[in-house]
């Protein structure tokens, strides 16, 4: 049986170091959102920020955000945002990331496709884009006014100036991995059985620059979205556009056991309870 | 053979869709084994593929903006 332990890249900026461990008491938090909060709970003492995505990122259409949070002093924030980040977070085999500390100086974070990260004075544009793996890579640039993932996809910017506050001015991730699918065959059908539910959307078709794994390239691709209504959207990590294909378990069920995934049933019902509780235990 | 070009790139958004169809090997999906790479360039994308490797329909099929095609050569 395969399990599901979330492997999770904590950068300490002050320190520049970075290391990974892996949580399988999370597991049943699904990802994204329900994981982000837990691991927010658990290192709130200096961290700026933890960026979660979930089971689904990587494997079907519409999947295509991360989960951003942080800590203000009214509670958590949480904020889905788009891009090709969430995509190659996932093939770099991370599913959560935990930023802490203040540099000394403006940093380029970088992890390549060895999974090492690499801590450099901040490049220049010119020669930050010359690092990774063109087109297996993906960027944040944080600013004091505007922060965003692939020089287009707005990310939010509360937790991206506490970001660019902790003197991080760029983070890069290479894909470097493969996923494995349990049950291929079923899989197949799941994946182009959603591909076909484009009619579910709650925006239409459009040419603008689209996330990860989206086939829409909505008006809406590049704004950060805030719907805290959702509970299972935010933790695979899915749009919040596409609730009414991914807010629907006996689905979830399919896609996570297609790909090998044994999630139970009570552990997705009773993740709305546990994502309340996460929301206000800080 | 049949090889995979893509004549229609302007179209493209830039939805990865047609990589991971092509990084699509039985049970393991993978950017990295994909015979196509989508590159971003400012606002628009570029397509790198290995026309060494014969290419499925079903590649050409993943893209929702028609952008691919597949050639005899």
Redesign the interface.
Known sequence: MVTFAPRVLDIDLEKRVASFDTYPDLTPLLGGLATGLELLRQHKENCLAVLSVGPLN??F?FVSKFCALSIFPEGPREYYIGG?FA??MK?ANIDSLIVRGVASEPLTLSVE?SGRVEFSPDLQEEEFLKIGV???RSFITFGNDESLV???FIFDQAIGRKLYMGNLRRFLIS????????K?DEYKDIYSEI?KKGSELEVS?S???????????CSFSKETEERLELVYSHCLVACGFASRIYENIPRIFSCLNSIGFPYKHEDLESLPEKIRYLRTHF | MKILTAPHMERCIGCFLCVLAAGNNKDTLSLNNSLIRVIAQGREFVAEIDSGIEAEEGVVASCPRNCLKIEEV
């Open positions: 990587g494997f259409p090709r995509l190659i093939f496709p063109a087109g297996r692939d020089n287009y894909a470097s991995s493969s996923l494995k699918v349990g291929p591909l078709y040419d603008r620059s689209s996330c990860g794994l989206c086939p829409a390239g």
